[in-house]
């Protein structure tokens, strides 16, 4: 079936739409051919069946698909090419999209096909619909995703085997992974069962080495010691790789002098060296100071492996150490290690740092290892950001060096510590770290550098449930302090808290309470917490260390250690608490100032309470919730109340203002206190609650600020006798005024009386004039008597003034015209009335500055002379003004005439009396209303004194 | 200082004696009769015999402030009481106190601060008096 469908052959073809479109389009046949020549290209079968399920048209694919030619097809229906049971499906289908009129999907329809190949289609039926709407036809579009489907399947497949892969490899991972920690556990135990009783067998050895014995038995002993410090570094070696291996080697690089570290560091291979008739040179080709970010532990790792190598493969010649800047490198270091030892041969060179690889040719294995001490210096040395290269020639000695970068960049940030922890590397090298034939090097130095501890025997508590342990550290501790034992950590904790030693030394794995709680629970408590510990420890792993020093222990030793470096640490430990002790007295001292400084506290504060109670003033202290809390004897005596609350005291004393308001609640200058105000010198009064005595108080109430709201404090200044004495004053002044005018009023009449019955006699021209004068000398006197008064009136404030709204011209012609009678008898006395006004003022007081100003006008110009009195509105003002033609003033002057007893001149003074408080008054009196006064004058041309006075609103 | 009619009595309530010596012979220049009365009693009495008619009625009350026994001010308020005489009679405060024009001013009287001068005293009298009472020369 190679050719495409042809259009006309078969009934029922083409679709009747198409036909039916035919008719009215010009293209009908062109769009037939179009139609089809399209649909026998696309890839997708494509069918269209009649209502009575015939196939009415085929497209070439789907001829090729159901294996038939479209001329078997058309008019045939799918039971003529299908198995029964599928052309069932097929026709529900159909049957299913002609009576829903809407189209049906199929997604996947198993089919076998003509040449009995499964497909998997999808088809898609879709209507084809008369003029009517009626679904005449159906069309059948076939998707064969047989090709999809199958891809599906594969790639589920794939992903199965995938997951089953990665699950296979996850659990392996694990088990891996589990077991790398088995092994590292393992190892870390290993070292510790090792490392115990290795300890225990070498430091008596070591002892027992010190002491004299037949050479035979020296030998002997040397080999059981060389053997047993083989053993060590065996297990230190393992001990290491553990750490290497399970993770935990975290280095901490630090900036040190990196030629003086490495100088010690092998200066501890010379002895050693020399045992063996081996030199040993050192040469330092940096530049002084050089310094180098490095592990110090690590660095030692290195330098010792290095070093222990050449010490283990060289019999005879040197062993040299060289450090110098990197050849080719300015900005790295070299550090070399060079021997004249077994040497190695050229294939080897390549694999000495791998893991457990050991160099098979070799003269001499008296030293054997595991093979990992290059290993470890490799790694080291990567750690580093460095490299490690060997030469060697097989029978002349090895050259292995050692090359690191200068500065930190290289580093990872966070395990850099920019500042030298002092004593860090200056340990020497650990025992077991190296193979040294004679017993430690370090040990003198370590020795040496101790002192005693403090003259008194320290206390020191072993715990440790090993008895040979116990023994052990007795022994080797007994020299340094007087030693208790405990056999585990519950004894330990008991002993401790019972005898306070001034250190404990404690094993770290115990039963019923390991070392770590041990330590935990003694520096939880007061008592034992000063207590220094000690740990011992067997896991040389790091995270057991900073649990140690977690637990807060104070230090640390590994086993097995050296027991002079044990002595060393105990007197360390011993002295430091020596100090810490020290420093406790120190703080007692302090703490005993302390209390000297707070009894001096308390003693100025009794100094307070006692000034408090002998203060005259009276003081109250009020509690934030009103109560009183301190009343001192003043306040007491004043008050007649010691205690009760602020509103119960104010009650008993009828506290009440000036105004004889009485003051309760809120409005007590307590509460306002209370609420942040301050009230300062107020003016109260109350009554003595037990002698009912009134009282006035000048009254101060004040807040009192602290951190937190402390109340307020409230004096009372007793001015009662202030009130008294002023009171006295009044009266006096009233009494004064009252007594002496009183006389001077009679005389003032009968003077009179006099002078009218003289009038008419002989005596007149003689008499009279005496007469006269005398009434002048009255009027004086009573002026100055109204003067003093007014003054003292004024400094105290009792000067009533009582301004009101008056018409100025009535007071003025009144005064005038009683001048006219009595100082202005001898002048001629001038009105010059402006318009009427209404002013704001005193009368009486108007009256007496107008008074003292015509008197001075009078006083001080010629007899015979005009006096003139004006008055004018102007600006909101009355302006009066009183113009004399006297000697006038001189302008410095000016202001000193309104002073106080101030005087024109001293001789006129006299001749015309007065004290000069006549001006004072007056401007007194014109500014108390509002008003000023001023003085224009100048010599030889009289005086104009001018004064104002507000106008009346009215 | 001639008159043809008698001008009055003036109750001069006061107990200064020097004061009222020379007040009353001011006030005969005027042709003036003086009634005294040394205190606030003498002078509540004198005027109690007036409202019942058996007295003569002053023209004028002369009243210090400042007496022995009971204030001026008391002594004014008693004699408003009395019939015929409060409200009836003219009053005219004296007094030498400082607060003497504040406490005249609050009873509503007319004050005359002590010392005074003859003419103020005769002018007083004359604008309360009958009479053509004339200031002495001078």
Same mark, same amino acid.
């Given at each position: 079936?190679?050719?495409?469908?042809?259009?006309?052959?078969?009934?029922?073809?083409?679709?009747?739409?198409?036909?039916?479109?035919?008719?009215?389009?010009?293209?009908?046949?062109?769009?037939? #051919?179009?139609?089809?020549?399209?649909?026998?290209?696309?890839?997708?079968?494509?069918?269209?069946?009649?209502?009575?399920?015939?196939?009415?048209?085929?497209?070439?694919?789907?001829?090729?698909?159901?294996?038939?030619?479209?001329?078997?097809?058309?008019?045939?229906?799918?039971?003529?090419?299908?198995?029964?049971?599928?052309?069932?499906?097929?026709?529900?289908?159909?049957?299913?999209?002609?009576?829903?009129?809407?189209?049906?999907?199929?997604?996947?329809?198993?089919?076998?096909?003509?040449?009995?190949?499964?497909?998997?289609?999808?088809?898609?039926?879709?209507?084809? !619909?008369?003029?009517?709407?009626?679904?005449?036809? =159906?069309?059948?579009?076939?998707?064969?995703?047989?090709?999809?489907?199958?891809?599906?399947?594969?790639?589920?497949?794939?992903?199965?085997?995938?997951?089953?892969? =990665?699950?296979?490899?996850?659990?392996?991972?694990?088990?891996?992974?589990?077991?790398?920690?088995?092994?590292?556990?393992?190892?870390?135990?290993?070292?510790?069962?090792?490392?115990?009783?290795?300890?225990?067998?070498?430091?008596?050895? +070591?002892?027992?080495?010190?002491?004299?014995?037949?050479?035979?038995?020296?030998?002997?002993?040397?080999?059981?010691?060389?053997?047993?410090?083989?053993?060590?570094?065996?297990?230190?070696?393992?001990?290491?790789?553990?750490?290497?291996?399970?993770?935990?080697?975290?280095?901490?690089?630090?900036?040190?002098?990196?030629?003086?570290?490495? /100088?010690?560091?092998?200066?501890?291979?010379?002895?050693?060296?020399?045992?063996?008739?081996?030199?040993?040179?050192?040469?330092?080709?940096?530049?002084?100071?050089?310094?180098?970010?490095?592990?110090?532990?690590?660095?030692?790792?290195?330098?010792? @492996?290095?070093?222990?190598?050449?010490?283990?493969?060289?019999?005879?010649?040197?062993?040299?150490?060289?450090?110098?800047?990197?050849?080719?490198?300015?900005?790295?270091?070299?550090?070399?290690?060079?021997?004249?030892?077994?040497?190695?041969?050229?294939?080897?060179?390549?694999?000495?740092?791998?893991?457990?690889?050991?160099?098979?040719?070799?003269?001499?294995?008296?030293?054997?290892?595991?093979?990992?001490?290059?290993?470890?210096?490799?790694?080291?040395?990567?750690?580093?950001?460095?490299?490690?290269?060997?030469?060697?020639?097989?029978?002349?000695?090895?050259?292995?060096?050692?090359?690191?970068?200068?500065?930190?960049?290289?580093?990872?940030?966070?395990?850099?510590?920019?500042?030298?922890?002092?004593?860090?590397?200056?340990?020497?090298?650990?025992?077991? *770290?190296?193979?040294?034939?004679?017993?430690?090097?370090?040990?003198?130095?370590?020795?040496?550098?101790?002192?005693?501890?403090?003259?008194?025997?320290?206390?020191?508590?072993?715990?440790?449930? @090993?008895?040979?342990?116990?023994?052990?550290?007795?022994?080797?501790?007994?020299?340094?302090?007087?030693?208790?034992?405990?056999?585990?950590?519950?004894?330990?904790?008991?002993?401790?808290?019972?005898?306070?030693?001034?250190?404990?030394?404690?094993?770290?794995?115990?039963?019923?309470? *390991?070392?770590?709680?041990?330590?935990? !629970?003694?520096?939880?408590?007061?008592?034992?917490?000063?207590?220094?510990?000690?740990?011992?420890?067997?896991?040389?792993?790091?995270?057991? #260390?900073?649990?140690?020093?977690?637990?807060?222990?104070?230090?640390?030793?590994?086993?097995?250690?050296?027991?002079?470096?044990?002595?060393?640490?105990?007197?360390?430990?011993?002295?430091?608490?020596?100090?810490?002790?020290?420093?406790? *007295?120190?703080?007692?001292?302090?703490?005993?100032?302390?209390?000297?400084?707070?009894?001096?506290? /308390?003693?100025?504060?009794?100094?307070?309470?006692?000034?408090?109670?002998?203060?005259?003033?009276?003081?109250?202290?009020?509690?934030?919730?009103?109560?009183?809390?301190?009343?001192?004897?003043?306040?007491?005596?004043?008050?007649?109340?010691?205690?009760?609350?602020?509103?119960?005291?104010?009650?008993?004393?009828?506290?009440?203002?000036?105004?004889?308001?009485?003051?309760?609640?809120?409005?007590?200058?307590?509460?306002?206190?209370?609420?942040?105000?301050?009230?300062?010198?107020?003016?109260?009064?109350?009554? @003595?609650?037990?002698?009912?005595?009134?009282?006035?108080?000048?009254?101060?109430?004040?807040?009192?600020?602290?951190?937190?709201?402390?109340?307020?404090?409230?004096?009372?200044?007793?001015?009662?006798?202030?009130?008294?004495?002023?009171?006295?004053?009044?009266?006096?002044?009233?009494?004064?005024?009252?007594?002496?005018?009183?006389?001077?009023?009679?005389?003032?009449?009968?003077?009179?009386?006099?002078?009218?019955?003289?009038?008419?006699?002989?005596?007149?021209?003689?008499?009279?004039?005496?007469?006269?004068?005398?009434?002048?000398?009255?009027?004086?006197?009573?002026?100055?008597?109204?003067?003093?008064?007014?003054?003292?009136?004024?400094?105290?404030?009792?000067?009533?003034?009582?301004?009101?709204?008056?018409?100025?011209?009535?007071?003025?012609?009144?005064?005038?015209?009683?001048?006219?009678?009595?100082?202005?008898?001898?002048?001629?006395?001038?009105?010059?009335?402006?318009?009427?006004?209404?002013?704001?003022?005193?009368?009486?007081?108007?009256?007496?500055?107008?008074?003292?100003? =015509?008197?001075?006008?009078?006083?001080?110009?010629?007899?015979?002379?005009?006096?003139?009195?004006?008055? /004018?509105?102007?600006?909101?003002?009355?302006?009066?003004?009183?113009?004399?033609?006297?000697?006038?003033?001189?302008?410095?002057?000016?202001?000193?005439?309104? +002073?106080?007893?101030?005087?024109?001149?001293?001789?006129?003074?006299?001749?015309?009396?007065?004290?000069?408080?006549?001006?004072?008054?007056? #401007?007194?009196?014109?500014?108390?209303?509002?008003?000023?006064?001023?003085?224009?004058?100048?010599?030889?041309?009289?005086?104009?004194?001018?004064?104002?006075?507000?106008?009346?609103?009215? | 200082?001639?008159?043809?009619?008698?001008?009055?009595?003036?109750?001069?309530?006061?107990?200064?004696?020097?004061?009222?010596?020379?007040?009353?012979?001011?006030?005969?220049?005027?042709?003036?009769?003086?009634?005294?009365?040394?205190?606030?009693?003498?002078?509540?009495?004198?005027?109690?015999?007036?409202?019942?008619?058996?007295?003569?009625?002053?023209?004028?009350?002369?009243?210090?402030?400042?007496?022995?026994?009971?204030?001026?001010?008391?002594?004014?308020?008693?004699?408003?009481?009395?019939?015929?005489?409060?409200?009836?009679?003219?009053?005219?405060?004296?007094?030498?106190?400082?607060?003497?024009?504040?406490?005249?001013?609050?009873?509503?009287?007319?004050?005359?601060?002590?010392?005074?001068?003859?003419?103020?005293?005769?002018?007083?009298?004359?604008?309360?008096?009958?009479?053509?009472?004339?200031?002495?020369?001078?």
């Amino acid at each position: 079936m190679a050719h495409p469908v042809d259009q006309s052959s078969g009934e029922g073809a083409p679709p009747p739409e198409s036909a039916d479109r035919a008719a009215g389009d010009p293209f009908a046949p062109l769009s037939d #051919r179009f139609m089809r020549a399209i649909c026998d290209h696309v890839a997708h079968p494509i069918f269209v069946k009649d209502r009575e399920y015939r196939f009415v048209f085929v497209n070439r694919a789907l001829c090729e698909m159901v294996g038939h030619s479209a001329e078997d097809l058309i008019g045939r229906t799918d039971y003529d090419f299908f198995p029964r049971e599928q052309a069932d499906f097929f026709r529900e289908k159909d049957r299913q999209m002609f009576e829903s009129g809407v189209p049906v999907v199929i997604d996947e329809e198993p089919i076998t096909d003509a040449s009995g190949r499964r497909h998997v289609l999808a088809t898609t039926k879709v209507p084809l !619909r008369d003029e009517t709407g009626r679904a005449t036809h =159906l069309v059948g579009i076939i998707h064969d995703i047989s090709d999809l489907k199958r891809a599906e399947e594969e790639q589920r497949k794939a992903n199965l085997e995938l997951a089953d892969a =990665l699950e296979r490899l996850r659990q392996r991972n694990a088990s891996l992974h589990q077991l790398d920690q088995l092994k590292t556990e393992f190892l870390a135990n290993i070292s510790h069962e090792f490392r115990t009783p290795l300890t225990l067998s070498l430091a008596p050895l +070591e002892e027992m080495l010190e002491e004299p014995r037949s050479a035979s038995d020296h030998q002997r002993m040397q080999l059981v010691h060389k053997n047993s410090m083989r053993l060590l570094n065996l297990v230190n070696n393992l001990l290491d790789f553990a750490r290497i291996e399970s993770g935990h080697l975290e280095p901490t690089f630090v900036p040190v002098p990196i030629s003086d570290l490495t /100088r010690q560091l092998s200066a501890s291979f010379e002895l050693a060296l020399s045992k063996k008739g081996i030199r040993y040179e050192f040469r330092d080709e940096l530049a002084p100071g050089t310094v180098a970010y490095v592990d110090p532990e690590v660095w030692q790792k290195i330098i010792f @492996n290095l070093l222990g190598n050449a010490l283990k493969y060289t019999q005879h010649g040197r062993v040299g150490v060289r450090v110098r800047r990197a050849p080719g490198d300015a900005e790295a270091i070299a550090v070399s290690i060079e021997d004249t030892g077994i040497g190695m041969p050229e294939a080897e060179l390549s694999r000495v740092f791998d893991r457990f690889h050991r160099v098979k040719e070799g003269r001499s294995y008296t030293y054997e290892g595991m093979g990992i001490g290059l290993s470890l210096v490799a790694e080291g040395v990567r750690l580093h950001g460095g490299t490690v290269h060997v030469k060697s020639e097989l029978g002349a000695g090895s050259v292995f060096t050692v090359t690191i970068p200068l500065g930190s960049a290289h580093l990872p940030q966070g395990r850099i510590r920019t500042h030298q922890l002092e004593g860090l590397w200056r340990d020497g090298p650990r025992k077991g *770290d190296i193979l040294v034939p004679s017993p430690y090097p370090a040990q003198e130095a370590v020795g040496a550098d101790a002192t005693p501890a403090a003259t008194r025997q320290p206390l020191l508590l072993v715990v440790d449930d @090993n008895q040979d342990m116990r023994d052990y550290l007795q022994q080797i501790l007994k020299s340094e302090a007087q030693v208790l034992t405990a056999r585990d950590g519950l004894e330990g904790l008991e002993q401790a808290r019972r005898l306070l030693p001034d250190l404990v030394i404690s094993d770290v794995m115990m039963p019923n309470l *390991d070392g770590f709680e041990l330590c935990q !629970r003694l520096k939880a408590e007061e008592s034992t917490a000063h207590v220094p510990v000690l740990l011992i420890t067997a896991r040389a792993d790091l995270p057991e #260390r900073v649990r140690g020093l977690q637990s807060g222990a104070d230090d640390y030793i590994l086993k097995p250690f050296n027991p002079a470096e044990l002595q060393a640490r105990v007197r360390l430990q011993l002295r430091l608490h020596a100090a810490r002790q020290q420093l406790r *007295d120190h703080a007692a001292v302090l703490e005993r100032t302390l209390d000297e400084k707070s009894r001096a506290l /308390r003693h100025s504060h009794e100094e307070l309470s006692t000034i408090l109670a002998h203060l005259a003033e009276g003081v109250l202290v009020v509690s934030p919730k009103g109560e009183l809390t301190l009343v001192n004897h003043a306040a007491i005596a004043l008050t007649g109340i010691s205690t009760g609350t602020i509103d119960e005291w104010a009650a008993q004393v009828e506290l009440s203002t000036e105004e004889g308001e009485r003051l309760e609640g809120d409005s007590l200058p307590m509460r306002r206190a209370l609420a942040g105000e301050t009230l300062l010198g107020v003016e109260m009064r109350l009554v @003595n609650a037990s002698t009912r005595q009134p009282a006035w108080v000048l009254l101060s109430a004040v807040p009192l600020k602290g951190e937190r709201a402390q109340g307020a404090v409230c004096t009372l200044h007793d001015i009662s006798r202030l009130k008294e004495s002023e009171r006295l004053k009044d009266e006096f002044l009233s009494v004064a005024s009252h007594e002496l005018r009183t006389p001077l009023g009679s005389l003032q009449l009968l003077s009179g009386v006099v002078r009218s019955h003289l009038a008419d006699t002989a005596l007149a021209p003689t008499v009279l004039p005496l007469v006269e004068r005398q009434q002048r000398l009255i009027q004086r006197l009573n002026r100055l008597i109204n003067d003093i008064l007014d003054v003292s009136r004024l400094k105290l404030g009792k000067l009533s003034i009582n301004p009101r709204s008056v018409e100025l011209g009535a007071i003025v012609r009144e005064a005038v015209e009683r001048a006219r009678g009595t100082i202005g008898i001898r002048h001629e006395l001038v009105v010059s009335m402006g318009a009427e006004m209404m002013v704001h003022a005193d009368p009486d007081r108007v009256d007496q500055i107008l008074g003292n100003l =015509l008197a001075n006008a009078c006083k001080y110009s010629p007899a015979g002379t005009v006096v003139e009195v004006a008055t /004018r509105g102007h600006d909101g003002m009355a302006h009066i003004t009183v113009r004399d033609s006297g000697p006038g003033i001189p302008v410095e002057l000016h202001e000193r005439i309104f +002073e106080r007893f101030y005087q024109v001149e001293a001789s006129m003074g006299r001749a015309f009396g007065g004290l000069g408080l006549g001006l004072y008054i007056s #401007r007194e009196l014109a500014t108390a209303q509002g008003g000023q006064i001023w003085v224009e004058s100048v010599p030889e041309h009289g005086s104009t004194f001018h004064f104002t006075l507000p106008l009346s609103n009215g | 200082m001639r008159t043809t009619t008698d001008p009055g009595m003036v109750l001069v309530v006061d107990d200064d004696l020097d004061l009222v010596d020379a007040m009353e012979m001011v006030l005969q220049m005027g042709k003036c009769r003086v009634t005294r009365a040394p205190s606030g009693k003498c002078a509540l009495e004198a005027l109690g015999k007036v409202a019942v008619g058996e007295a003569e009625r002053p023209c004028l009350v002369l009243l210090d402030l400042m007496l022995p026994d009971i204030r001026g001010e008391e002594v004014y308020r008693n004699m408003q009481e009395l019939p015929a005489v409060g409200g009836a009679i003219p009053v005219v405060v004296m007094s030498a106190m400082v607060d003497g024009a504040v406490r005249a001013r609050s009873l509503g009287l007319p004050f005359l601060p002590k010392p005074f001068e003859i003419d103020d005293l005769l002018r007083v009298v004359q604008r309360h008096c009958r009479g053509d009472l004339v200031p002495p020369e001078t």
